[in-house]
């Protein structure tokens, strides 16, 4: 036991801790106004001591961001079972449960800015993108996909972030209006794709085979075919 029963963490130990304050703050305030001075009086230490386990804010924002990185990636794993619209929505429910909980320092992060602009930051945002899109991929049952697929899944994860940060941003719309809105975008874009697409098209007639009366891509079909229903 240390100074006033006190136990004394391992290197190991005090990183991780440093890491999750660290994470903790930048999840109610943008990184850049956090300081180094105020992790340290979350966690207990010094801010000199901080300098024994990150060599400074940057490092220590950069780990955060490695943890946060593995843990939205997770946010897309999700089954290969059941019909597509219903697997899309639980991924979306899990995005923005991440959103939610780390607001400020997500919105920080996508937007730019000095403390987020380093080259480690830029590749794990990256790194989570790429594994966003391999998970779609997975999904669809595809290994390699046409360019025009690829256009579709890579529009809709940049759909997905820029819809989040607009949702930030006051939060106007309803959570759950969005994360069902992303599937039903999903299911336009790749629409949109199959009509000069033949390998799109194909994926799109197996996904609509498997997609149950009462799923999200049903109620998107129901929805277009009510407007176009004489008035």
């Known amino acids: 036991m240390g100074i006033g029963g006190r136990r004394r963490m391992g290197v190991e130990e005090r990183r991780r801790q440093l890491i999750g304050v660290a994470l903790d703050l930048f999840s109610r305030r943008p990184p850049d106004e956090v300081s180094l001075d105020e992790i340290a009086t979350a966690a207990g230490i010094s801010r000199p001591l901080v300098y024994h386990y990150f060599p400074g804010k940057l490092g220590l924002y950069e780990a955060a961001l490695q943890r946060a990185a593995e843990d939205l990636t997770e946010r897309f794993d999700e ?16 995005f923005f449960d991440f959103v939610d909980e780390h607001g400020p320092g997500f919105s920080a992060l996508l937007r730019g800015g000095p403390a987020v602009g380093s080259a480690a930051a830029d590749a794990l945002i990256d790194s989570v993108r790429q594994a966003a899109y391999g998970q779609i991929l997975a999904h669809l ?20 972030e820029s819809t989040a940060l ?15 809105q992303l599937v039903h975008d999903f299911a336009a874009l790749a629409a949109v794709g199959a009509a000069r697409d033949p390998e799109t098209a194909a994926l799109l007639r197996a996904v609509a085979r498997d997609e149950p009366g009462d799923g999200p891509f049903a109620e998107l079909a129901a929805r277009l075919a009510a407007l176009g229903a004489p008035r």
């Open 79 to 94: 089954p290969h079972e059941g019909p597509l619209g219903a697997r899309l929505l639980r991924v979306m429910r899990r």
């Open 166 to 180: 607009i949702w930030l941003d006051g939060r106007r719309i309803p959570r759950a209006e969005l994360e069902l």
């Open 141 to 160: 049952g595809v290994s390699e996909a046409s360019p025009r697929l690829e256009l579709v899944v890579r529009s809709w994860i940049a759909l997905a």
